[in-house]
């Protein structure tokens, strides 16, 4: 499992079997094809989560250079010809089953796709919906859908690695930090994901038992989360996790 940096923070994430690959999300086909070059592999299967150029870019590239078939959300509009894939739904890769998973609220549309195996503990590619220490943006999908998408995906196995596709940690930390000042989990987790950047690595793939207990937009049902949201926008019901999320997300749009 590799993440093929691409553009100034996007990862595309690549797995293979010494001979085989597939890539998800190749918003920019040059870098995935550098990896397959100086790998000796051949690319046979395209994963996307959503509609977004820097996920897609790179796709038509990659079919017309390698041949590998494309999967992507039924619900939106795909670089063709792609077979599209809806919740509950599944997807055979190098001997690996892919859940297709309906997580929307970045957009409409947007899928994730899970495996309960790979090398001995479950793998999630969860495009944009999910990022360490933070969530999307919501630009076609409501606070109720995206909650209801985090929701989905916090209920994975603790030891779910999680590859999202953007480097957004250690922004998405310092606002977590706002939130829940005196969160220790996530104040040792920082200093972990510091030390993880400084060294040139990536802070990603992150667990989902990490994310639990550090990411806000997982924790708007824990009093200090709604209290602190209810602090930036005093209309939030704290009782109500997907008002303590939209005021979160807001925030953080604003948060500098």
Not at 47 to 76: C, F, K, M, Q, S
Not at 85 to 93: M, P, Q, Y
Not at 133 to 158: I, K, V
Not at 195 to 224: K, Y
Request: net charge negative; glycine share 10%.
């Amino acid at each position: 499992m590799l993440p093929l940096p691409a553009f100034s923070d996007n990862y595309i994430w690549m797995l293979h079997d010494a001979r085989h690959a597939l890539v998800v999300d190749p918003g920019d086909a040059a870098p995935v094809l550098q990896a397959l070059h100086g790998m000796g592999l051949s690319l046979r299967t395209i994963l996307v989560t959503h509609h977004h150029g820097d996920h897609v870019g790179g796709v038509n590239a990659l079919r017309e250079a390698t041949g590998a078939a494309i999967y992507g959300p039924a619900g939106e509009a795909m670089p063709e010809p792609i077979t599209r894939l809806r919740h509950g739904e599944a997807v055979t890769a190098l001997g690996l089953r892919f859940a297709v998973i309906d997580v929307p609220g970045h957009t409409a549309g947007h899928i994730a796709y899970y495996c309960a195996d790979v090398d001995g503990a479950p793998l999630l590619f969860c495009g944009d919906t999910l990022f360490s220490g933070g969530c999307g943006r919501l630009f076609e999908g409501t606070p109720a859908q995206m909650q209801a998408s985090l929701d989905t995906l916090a209920a994975l196995p603790g030891d779910t690695r999680v590859c999202c596709a953007h480097e957004y940690t250690l922004s998405n930390l310092k606002f977590a930090r706002a939130v829940e000042p005196g969160n220790q989990a996530l104040l040792q987790y920082l200093g972990h994901c510091e030390s993880l950047r400084q060294a040139g690595r990536p802070t990603l793939p992150s667990r989902m038992d990490t994310e639990r207990a550090i990411n806000p937009f997982l924790r708007t049902r824990e009093a200090t989360v709604a209290q602190a949201a209810h602090g930036f926008d005093a209309h939030v019901d704290p009782r109500e996790p997907a008002t303590v999320l939209a005021a979160l997300r807001q925030w953080k749009n604003e948060f500098r």
